[in-house]
């Protein structure tokens, strides 16, 4: 039986249907908000082959309207490819990222018509699988997971700057070599930014970076208790 995608338009009213695709699944939904107040929701819809990203606006009552707009193909559909979504570089732009089925981290930006501004912008450079990306909250900063084999798992940090040419290097953010997972990031101060991934659910981990890549302080960890530690957010 498919899934389907719905958004509730307040706690105690009636959910209705952000999809309008029903055939095939439509999974995992995320919203974000521009610096003025629009909403949009992005999902992934799994009729198409190789899976795509839909993107729709959301009403101040909760309900989404206009056509669904395509902002990606080919997107990776496992639970592992994963995508994240943020405000853009101006007032009423977006930002979407997302892990391609071929193993790439790629972005595009949305005007404040859902219009795709330019191709999709690859930001990984390495050959390896990367999966899981996500952006901070407000920034252009994005960190995501690399898999170089069944037991070595990294977590990569990028600094995109203010557009979409990535000005900052690869970092490689994680201290111990193992199954870094999950990661989440956050800025902070104006010019530093918090990292935090899980490594192989034991334990969680974190660093501080600076914009552009220069690192401020160390891996550490953050919480090893000897019971499962996982899924850090920020």
């Known amino acids: 039986m498919p899934y389907t995608v719905e958004w509730i338009a307040e706690r105690i009213g009636a959910a209705s249907a952000v999809n309008t695709q029903t055939t095939g699944n439509q999974l995992a939904p995320k919203v974000a908000e521009n610096w003025v107040g629009g909403r949009i929701v992005v999902y992934l819809d799994e009729s198409a082959n190789g899976g795509q990203l839909l993107a729709r606006f959301l009403g101040n009552d909760g309900l989404a309207f206009g056509t669904p707009v395509v902002v990606a193909t080919q997107v990776n559909a496992d639970e592992s490819g994963g995508y994240d979504i943020t405000i853009g570089s101006n007032l009423f732009d977006f930002r979407v990222t997302w892990a391609s089925d ?7 930006e949305l005007d404040s018509n859902l219009s795709p501004q330019g191709p999709p912008l690859r930001i990984d450079t390495g050959p390896e699988l990367d999966i899981r990306p996500t952006f901070d909250r407000g920034t252009a900063l994005i960190a995501w997971e690399r898999v170089v084999n069944a037991t070595d798992h990294r977590i990569v940090y990028r600094d995109l700057g203010g557009g979409p040419i990535a000005m900052g290097p690869e970092v490689l953010v994680n201290a111990p ?12 101060s104006g010019s530093e930014a918090y990292v935090s991934w899980d490594v192989g659910g034991a334990a969680v981990w974190t660093a501080t970076y600076g914009f552009g890549g220069v690192a401020v302080s160390a891996p ?5 208790n000897g019971t499962i530690n996982r899924n850090p957010v920020m």
Request: without cysteine; neutral net charge; proline residues 4%.
């Open 102 to 108: 071929s193993g790439e981290i790629l972005y595009r």
């Open 177 to 188: 070599i193992g199954l870094n997972s999950r990661p989440a990031i956050t800025g902070y």
């Open 220 to 224: 550490a960890v953050l919480d090893s």
